[in-house]
């Protein structure tokens, strides 16, 4: 095996050079031996147009100089990912017992192809077999539009980038404090009136997604093998959706006023149910985040609240926790009935909800027993812990915007070399790991160019540990082929962070930006 020698980000499993190159110009053509692979080969003859500006044809059958896609029968305890790329001078064969497999080894030969050299209208390949699959099943980037909102033409970019590096699950954070961005046609204030403002400018015009919108996004995302998961937070996080329906809010603080939905009004468990009934029509993932994290931020007026007090008295509730966990298993339950997985973040592993129907996301880094604790109950778990996930914080010392965490900050190489075994659990209990996940928080990016920094090259970082084995991964090597997916982002007019010359890639930051950064050094 030379892996160290292939150019692809996330390093397959088994990579063998051979002697060789195979010549991809626009005599080439692309054959389909399955009626199921037309959406692949289509895919694969339209972004080597885009990219690479060839004309390639699909043929119904396999000549001379062809990229032959092929459906196998599947072996034992084979990921349903896996796929095997054969590039020979004379063709290039891509087998796999499905079609996400196809996709895959499409996406391998596609990245080759890009960090090729064209010459004479023609790129020169060399030739490999590569066998290969995932090593997680969730491979997940969060992007928040409620802080700011981004829209679908930014979205469709990031699920381009998601699907060149092989991840597969975008969570959508569509409600939050900010605004609220989700059609709900039940409910349209939530919109008209939710969607006003973001976090920075509590004025501006409304901005959201309609549902046409959001199919149009699902439908882009399903051909590229994305599942969109929504989330729809609550008890917390709730002040966008209450400045629309104040009727079904809680209360909040002071720092966090109406943070939260009323768990003691039956008529907020319909509310809320029927936004979840509209969003499970629109999404067809089967699975809901409901976020339930912070919700002591603001709940301090449940204290008072004669409906919630009755709630406490009638269910024999102790304490405002308690009341939380209520609240969480009531619309799981709404979840469940509509055959939905719940998804959770990691405070919600003290509550008692079926293991085979929730998913907990472990975030907060700094409290590893909740993670530990989520894992003992049974439960499925993505890892998604701040340091290193969340790429809202910093990347190196110079930066002046975004977030750190007694100091520590992001760089490339702690997002590479995190592993599951360096966390203390045990081999029988890593199998309850579903995979991890980045998170794009935008309380600190005002931008496009600012959210583009913050996310390129980390993202290969993070697709390399979601796909690829611990035992494979060598950061030396990684950072030479980074070099190569540099070249790729400035050709897609990207304003990328450069971790080799990062003075020469200055943080982008908008007026807004500097002046809050003034205002911040005054108050220090």
Same mark, same amino acid.
């Given at each position: 095996?030379?892996?160290?020698?292939?150019?692809?980000?996330?390093?397959?499993?088994?990579?063998?050079?051979?002697?060789?190159?195979?010549?991809?110009?626009?005599?080439?053509?692309?054959?389909?031996?399955?009626?199921?692979?037309?959406?692949?080969?289509?895919?694969?003859?339209?972004?080597?147009?885009?990219?690479?500006?060839?004309?390639?044809?699909?043929?119904?059958?396999?000549?001379?100089?062809?990229?032959?896609?092929?459906?196998?029968?599947?072996?034992?305890?084979?990921?349903?990912?896996?796929?095997?790329?054969?590039?020979?001078?004379?063709?290039?064969?891509?087998?796999?017992?499905?079609?996400?497999?196809?996709?895959?080894?499409?996406?391998?030969?596609?990245?080759?192809?890009?960090?090729?050299?064209?010459?004479?209208?023609?790129?020169?390949?060399?030739?490999?077999?590569?066998?290969?699959?995932?090593?997680?099943?969730?491979?997940?980037? *969060?992007?928040?539009?409620?802080?700011?909102?981004?829209?679908?033409?930014?979205?469709?970019?990031?699920?381009?980038?998601?699907?060149?590096?092989?991840?597969?699950?975008?969570?959508?954070?569509?409600?939050?404090?900010?605004?609220?961005?989700?059609?709900?046609? #039940?409910?349209?204030?939530?919109?008209?009136?939710?969607?006003?403002?973001?976090?920075? +400018?509590?004025?501006?015009?409304?901005?959201?997604?309609?549902?046409?919108?959001?199919?149009?996004?699902?439908?882009?995302?399903?051909?590229?093998?994305?599942?969109?998961?929504?989330?729809?937070?609550?008890?917390?996080?709730?002040?966008?959706?209450?400045?629309?329906?104040? $009727?079904?809010?809680?209360? %909040?603080?002071?720092?966090?006023?109406?943070?939260?939905?009323?768990?003691?009004?039956?008529?907020?468990?319909?509310?809320?149910?029927?936004?979840?009934?509209?969003? +499970?029509?629109?999404?067809?993932?089967?699975?809901?985040?409901?976020?339930?994290?912070?919700?002591?931020?603001?709940?301090?007026?449940?204290?008072?609240?004669?409906?919630?007090?009755?709630?406490?008295?009638?269910?024999?509730?102790?304490?405002?926790?308690?009341?939380?966990?209520?609240?969480?298993?009531?619309? $799981?339950?709404?979840?469940?009935?509509?055959?939905?997985?719940?998804?959770?973040?990691?405070? #919600? #592993?003290?509550?008692?909800?079926?293991?085979?129907?929730?998913?907990?996301?472990?975030?907060?880094?700094?409290?590893?027993?909740?993670?530990?604790? #989520?894992?003992?109950? %049974?439960?499925?778990?993505?890892?998604?812990?701040?340091?290193?996930?969340?790429?809202?914080?910093?990347? +190196?010392?110079?930066?002046?915007?975004?977030?750190?965490?007694?100091?520590?900050?992001?760089?490339?190489?702690?997002?590479?070399?995190?592993?599951?075994?360096?966390?203390?659990?045990?081999?029988?209990?890593?199998?309850?790991?579903?995979?991890?996940?980045?998170?794009?928080?935008?309380?600190?990016?005002?931008?496009?160019?600012?959210?583009?920094?913050?996310?390129?090259?980390?993202?290969?970082?993070?697709?390399?540990?979601?796909?690829?084995?611990?035992?494979?991964?060598?950061?030396?090597?990684?950072?030479?082929?980074?070099?190569?997916?540099?070249?790729?982002?400035?050709? +897609?007019?990207?304003?990328?962070?450069?971790?080799?010359?990062?003075?020469?890639?200055?943080?982008? *930051?908008?007026?807004?930006?500097?002046?809050?950064?003034?205002?911040?050094?005054?108050?220090?």
């Amino acid at each position: 095996m030379i892996a160290q020698q292939c150019a692809i980000i996330p390093l397959p499993a088994h990579v063998e050079l051979v002697n060789g190159s195979f010549k991809l110009n626009n005599a080439t053509t692309i054959v389909y031996t399955d009626a199921v692979l037309q959406g692949q080969a289509y895919y694969l003859q339209q972004q080597l147009l885009k990219y690479n500006g060839l004309t390639l044809s699909i043929q119904p059958s396999a000549i001379t100089s062809s990229i032959q896609l092929s459906l196998v029968k599947p072996g034992n305890n084979i990921d349903e990912g896996a796929y095997s790329l054969e590039i020979k001078p004379t063709g290039v064969k891509i087998n796999a017992a499905t079609s996400k497999g196809i996709f895959y080894g499409i996406a391998s030969l596609l990245q080759m192809a890009r960090v090729g050299e064209m010459k004479n209208n023609s790129i020169n390949i060399n030739c490999c077999t590569i066998t290969d699959q995932p090593r997680y099943a969730w491979r997940g980037l *969060l992007l928040d539009e409620s802080r700011h909102f981004w829209g679908k033409q930014t979205v469709k970019q990031l699920l381009d980038w998601m699907a060149f590096y092989k991840l597969n699950k975008f969570h959508w954070h569509l409600t939050d404090e900010p605004a609220w961005r989700m059609e709900i046609k #039940a409910y349209p204030l939530l919109t008209l009136t939710g969607g006003i403002g973001n976090y920075t +400018d509590k004025t501006a015009p409304a901005q959201y997604y309609t549902q046409e919108d959001i199919k149009e996004v699902i439908a882009y995302a399903k051909k590229r093998f994305i599942d969109v998961i929504p989330e729809v937070d609550m008890p917390g996080h709730a002040t966008a959706a209450n400045r629309a329906y104040p $009727a079904f809010s809680g209360g %909040g603080s002071a720092q966090h006023p109406e943070f939260t939905f009323n768990p003691g009004k039956d008529s907020t468990y319909t509310y809320l149910t029927n936004i979840l009934k509209e969003t +499970d029509a629109l999404f067809p993932s089967q699975m809901i985040h409901l976020g339930g994290d912070e919700v002591s931020f603001g709940n301090e007026k449940w204290k008072i609240n004669p409906g919630i007090n009755k709630l406490m008295q009638d269910q024999k509730l102790p304490d405002l926790l308690a009341v939380e966990h209520y609240f969480t298993k009531r619309m $799981a339950d709404s979840l469940f009935k509509l055959n939905n997985k719940v998804l959770l973040w990691d405070e #919600a #592993a003290d509550t008692d909800l079926p293991t085979d129907k929730t998913i907990i996301f472990w975030w907060r880094h700094d409290k590893p027993a909740q993670f530990k604790k #989520a894992l003992s109950k %049974g439960y499925s778990v993505v890892m998604c812990p701040r340091l290193p996930f969340y790429f809202d914080f910093v990347q +190196d010392t110079t930066q002046h915007f975004g977030r750190r965490w007694n100091g520590g900050y992001v760089p490339l190489d702690r997002l590479y070399n995190f592993t599951v075994a360096d966390q203390g659990i045990t081999a029988e209990q890593q199998k309850q790991i579903l995979g991890v996940q980045a998170a794009l928080w935008t309380e600190n990016i005002l931008t496009k160019e600012k959210l583009q920094y913050m996310l390129f090259p980390r993202i290969a970082a993070l697709a390399e540990t979601a796909w690829t084995a611990d035992g494979q991964k060598n950061l030396p090597q990684f950072k030479e082929r980074v070099k190569l997916q540099l070249k790729l982002y400035q050709q +897609d007019g990207l304003y990328f962070y450069d971790p080799f010359q990062p003075t020469q890639t200055p943080e982008p *930051l908008s007026a807004k930006e500097l002046s809050l950064i003034k205002d911040q050094i005054q108050k220090q």
